[in-house]
């Protein structure tokens, strides 16, 4: 059976969509051993994680049903959401790595305003207190501070890997997307070729 074949084909979107499992349960594990160590405490942030791979999942058992089944209304719904994730991902892949040291900046500072529970994670984790300056009316769980020493701002930190964090998100989104993409094709090939189990006569 060659490559452009349908069991090769219904093999090949099969793997995708075990592959697109493996992560949605990796994203999910993620999220509650973060919550487990305390690394943590942001219910906003571990909220978003775990919608994001349980709609990645819920994805991904569509696109499995569908291909072992040959279903076409499925495989058509999978392709379309598909095609979406693909047009989001892509946008925020490149956005993340066409983004400037002013523009993380300015990213990071909207992101310290918004949420208060991450504030306190990244000050305890990485020993700092206040974005640029600190309020001493604000509270600042480093540990820094409980000692009495003076407590270096967050930013500067928070900057040293913030563009490497951007680089290695958009990098990972970009591969994705593109997997995303042959998805995409594969399920297009895949709903326009026939079973030969379901008329085998037809291939004589």
């Given at each position: 059976?060659?490559?452009?074949?349908?069991?090769c084909s219904?093999?090949?979107?099969?793997?995708l969509?075990?592959?697109?499992?493996?992560?949605?349960?990796l994203?999910?594990?993620?999220?509650?051993?973060?919550?487990?160590?305390g690394?943590?405490?942001?219910?906003?942030?571990?909220?978003?994680?775990?919608?994001?791979?349980i709609?990645?999942f819920?994805?991904?058992l569509?696109?499995?049903?569908?291909?072992?089944?040959?279903h076409?209304?499925?495989?058509?719904?999978?392709?379309?959401?598909?095609?979406?994730?693909?047009?989001?991902?892509?946008?925020v892949s490149?956005?993340c790595?066409a983004?400037?040291?002013?523009?993380?900046?300015?990213?990071?500072?909207?992101?310290?305003n918004?949420?208060a529970?991450?504030r306190?994670?990244?000050?305890?984790?990485?020993?700092?207190?206040?974005?640029r300056?600190?309020?001493?009316?604000d509270?600042c769980?480093?540990?820094?501070?409980k000692?009495?020493?003076?407590c270096?701002?967050?930013?500067?930190?928070?900057?040293?890997?913030?563009?490497?964090?951007?680089?290695?998100?958009g990098?990972?989104?970009?591969?994705?997307?593109?997997?995303?993409?042959?998805?995409?094709?594969?399920?297009?090939?895949?709903?326009n070729?026939?079973?030969?189990?379901?008329?085998?006569?037809?291939?004589?």
């Amino acid at each position: 059976m060659v490559c452009g074949g349908f069991a090769c084909s219904k093999n090949c979107l099969c793997a995708l969509n075990l592959l697109y499992t493996l992560v949605s349960l990796l994203l999910i594990g993620i999220a509650a051993w973060g919550i487990g160590f305390g690394l943590i405490s942001s219910l906003r942030v571990v909220g978003v994680v775990i919608a994001v791979g349980i709609f990645l999942f819920l994805i991904a058992l569509v696109g499995l049903i569908g291909a072992i089944k040959h279903h076409q209304v499925l495989l058509f719904f999978y392709m379309i959401i598909l095609l979406l994730v693909f047009i989001v991902q892509l946008s925020v892949s490149c956005a993340c790595l066409a983004l400037n040291k002013e523009q993380q900046g300015q990213l990071l500072e909207v992101g310290w305003n918004n949420t208060a529970s991450a504030r306190n994670d990244i000050q305890r984790n990485l020993n700092c207190c206040g974005f640029r300056s600190f309020n001493p009316n604000d509270t600042c769980l480093a540990s820094c501070m409980k000692s009495g020493h003076s407590c270096s701002p967050c930013a500067p930190i928070i900057g040293k890997y913030a563009g490497e964090v951007l680089r290695f998100v958009g990098g990972i989104g970009l591969f994705f997307s593109f997997t995303e993409i042959l998805g995409v094709w594969l399920t297009y090939r895949y709903r326009n070729q026939k079973d030969p189990r379901a008329n085998p006569s037809a291939f004589l």
